[in-house]
């Protein structure tokens, strides 16, 4: 089967809308299960395939992911190119609520979570260039397929990568913006990596739902404004990755 495009959805998205003659598929991989089925249908006469990263219900925190999985799936269903969505928190000032970014870096501050298909016994241990996390061509289509669309996206920033699911504190969000992060969420690593590894073309759409702690105004950061902002953010998205899709 033939993918042109394949999304896991983040936070406030968990289908696509629009997809015509869907069909589900749960995927056994050797890392155990996926996030839930993966569903495939037609947009625009290309064939995609959705993922919802925390599942159709959001009952799988960030850390708890099975990454892996996610991405096998994909990659055995025949999808080669990745769209992940992600609600991130804004560092950078003017990447607020409800701005879109495509980023072209990351810092990964997760840990516990499997960072490689490699750590399995007897498998070739593959060592790999991630000098550039984000596929650039898959990267360029996207800000491209947004400005058709007539939605404004930042092109590039640097992606901090925390374990979650709390928010972080004031002190860690200055000591990532010392680091050089101009984002930060939950789940955009170990995706990107775990995708290259399956050659995977990969690239990030971050939703900022929120100013990290410490960056805006308010001195708490209000959960419901949070899923308020990820919804207006998450309306615009279907334009983008349609857009994408027509290109
Ligand atoms: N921090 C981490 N992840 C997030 C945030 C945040 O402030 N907002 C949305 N996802």
Same mark, same amino acid.
């Given at each position: 089967?033939?993918?042109?495009?394949?999304?896991? &959805? &983040?936070?406030?998205?968990?289908? $696509?809308?629009?997809?015509?003659?869907?069909?589900?598929?749960?995927?056994?991989?050797?890392?155990?299960?996926?996030?839930?089925?993966?569903?495939?249908?037609?947009?625009?006469?290309? %064939?995609?395939?959705? =993922?919802? #990263?925390? &599942?159709?219900?959001?009952?799988?925190?960030?850390? %708890?992911?099975? *990454? %892996?999985?996610?991405?096998?799936?994909?990659?055995?269903?025949?999808?080669? #190119?990745?769209?992940?969505?992600?609600?991130?928190?804004?560092?950078?000032?003017? /990447?607020?609520?409800?701005?879109?970014?495509?980023?072209?870096?990351?810092?990964?501050?997760?840990?516990?979570? *499997?960072?490689?298909?490699?750590?399995?016994?007897?498998?070739?241990?593959?060592?790999?260039? $991630?000098?550039?996390? *984000?596929?650039?061509? =898959?990267?360029?289509?996207?800000?491209?397929?947004?400005?058709?669309?007539?939605?404004?996206?930042?092109?590039?920033?640097? *992606?901090?990568?925390?374990?979650?699911?709390?928010?972080?504190? #004031?002190?860690?969000?200055?000591?990532?913006?010392?680091?050089?992060?101009?984002?930060?969420? /939950?789940? &955009?690593?170990?995706?990107?990596?775990?995708?290259?590894?399956?050659?995977?073309?990969?690239?990030?759409?971050?939703?900022?739902?929120?100013?990290?702690?410490?960056?805006?105004?308010?001195?708490?950061? !209000?959960?419901?404004?949070? $899923?308020?902002?990820?919804?207006?953010?998450?309306?615009?998205?279907?334009?983008?990755?349609?857009?994408?899709?027509? !290109?």
């Amino acid at each position: 089967m033939t993918i042109d495009l394949a999304i896991i &959805g &983040g936070s406030g998205l968990y289908n $696509f809308p629009g997809l015509e003659n869907a069909t589900r598929h749960r995927v056994d991989t050797p890392f155990g299960a996926a996030s839930g089925d993966v569903v495939i249908g037609d947009f625009a006469g290309r %064939r995609v395939a959705f =993922l919802a #990263r925390h &599942g159709e219900s959001h009952t799988v925190p960030p850390h %708890r992911v099975n *990454y %892996r999985a996610n991405l096998w799936a994909l990659h055995s269903l025949g999808a080669r #190119r990745v769209v992940g969505v992600n609600a991130v928190g804004g560092i950078r000032a003017d /990447m607020g609520p409800r701005v879109i970014v495509v980023p072209d870096q990351v810092i990964d501050y997760t840990y516990g979570r *499997y960072t490689s298909f490699c750590d399995v016994e007897g498998a070739e241990v593959r060592h790999i260039d $991630f000098s550039e996390p *984000y596929t650039e061509a =898959l990267r360029r289509e996207l800000i491209e397929a947004a400005g058709k669309a007539g939605v404004a996206v930042i092109d590039g920033g640097c *992606y901090g990568a925390t374990q979650g699911p709390r928010l972080e504190t #004031r002190a860690e969000i200055a000591r990532m913006k010392r680091d050089g992060c101009d984002l930060v969420g /939950m789940t &955009g690593m170990p995706e990107a990596v775990l995708a290259r590894e399956l050659d995977l073309a990969y690239a990030c759409l971050a939703l900022v739902a929120n100013f990290a702690a410490g960056c805006g105004d308010e001195a708490e950061i !209000s959960i419901e404004e949070i $899923f308020a902002h990820l919804a207006a953010a998450t309306a615009e998205v279907p334009r983008i990755l349609g857009q994408l899709l027509k !290109s």
